[in-house]
């Protein structure tokens, strides 16, 4: 990730939209990134409508422009109401609003096919502790077309300067993640840990339980100096961690700002969704959770 130049922004009307659009905010003013606030309707007779005599004299298509203008206008206000939040948090962001008709997944998709972030929110936690994604969000994140930021709502962070934390397991997805993580870090001033579960080692072998210790801090050492050397003023640490890599993040999101993993988001195959790393991370991270696309080849 090069720079973060224009975000998307999921808007809904709910405590899950607004965490998401106040998470927005602050990362594009920290970027000088350009806000665009989407939501997606479908519009839809009301029932009292139609048992009303008025609405039962009407034609079919007038009936019909009157639903759709009506969703459009809500559709509007509600937008307008987000424009409102951004810029008296950002009396000097750049924000554009879409109302558009259509599912919200397919919508926020179509929206994220050439921006640098989509953010959505979740909708928060449930009885055992589990993030109630909804069928957005977790439709959202299943396939992305770019980095996605997952916001759940009422999320508290007590910690003065939270670290961002990233999973690395050396796989493509995982070096999208760990730049995303590094550009994260330098804007926001953050210190950055990258964390690794060693039964997740794809190089070395993912079928093996352990590995040899100096093999392993040679293996992360080349995998990080790049990225290092090229973001030589963000200050990092590596962690290995045995047993499951989820387990491990979700520990450490409770500590963090932001959760960043990987997955394939394969566009020949849409019915992949995301690996059990990412999707127990997403289901379970205390803070915000970024899940970025392994970059997309021509084969």
């Not at 109302?99 to 919200?104: K, L, S, T, V």
């Not at 019915?271 to 997403?282: F, N, P």
Request: hydrophobic share 45%.
């Amino acid at each position: 990730m090069s720079g973060l130049d224009r975000i998307v922004v999921g808007i809904a009307d709910g405590s899950e939209s607004m965490a998401a659009l106040t998470w927005a905010v602050t990362e594009a003013a920290r970027a000088k990134a350009r806000l665009t606030l989407v939501h997606a309707f479908q519009w839809m007779v009301p029932a009292y409508m139609v048992d009303s005599p008025r609405f039962a004299a009407l034609d079919a298509v007038e009936s019909e422009r009157l639903s759709r203008d009506s969703a459009t206008e809500a559709a509007q206000e509600l937008l307008e109401r987000a424009m409102e939040v951004v810029l008296h948090r950002d009396r000097d962001a750049v924000v554009d609003i879409v109302a558009a008709e259509g599912h919200p997944v397919t919508v926020l998709r179509e929206e994220a096919m050439n921006v640098d972030l989509l953010v959505v929110g979740s909708r928060g936690r449930g009885l055992l502790g589990r993030v109630l994604l909804g069928s957005v969000s977790s439709g959202i994140a299943g396939v992305p077309t770019c980095p996605v930021v997952v916001v759940r709502a009422l999320h508290r962070q007590h910690d003065d300067n939270p670290p961002i934390v990233v999973g690395v397991d050396g796989s493509r997805a995982s070096d999208a993640a760990l730049r995303f993580a590094f550009e994260s870090a330098r804007r926001d001033s953050a210190f950055l840990r990258v964390l690794h579960g060693r039964r997740h080692n794809r190089r070395l072998g993912a079928d093996r339980e352990t590995t040899d210790a100096e093999e392993e801090r040679r293996w992360l050492a080349e995998m990080v100096e790049p990225l290092a050397s090229e973001y030589d003023d963000v200050t990092y640490t590596v962690d290995t961690v045995d047993g499951k890599a989820a387990l491990a993040l979700t520990d450490a999101s409770a500590h963090a700002r932001l959760v960043v993993v990987g997955t394939r988001g394969d566009k020949h195959l849409p019915s992949l969704r995301l690996g059990s790393v990412s999707q127990g991370v997403l289901h379970h991270a205390w803070c915000p959770v970024a899940i970025v696309p392994a970059p997309q080849t021509d084969d």
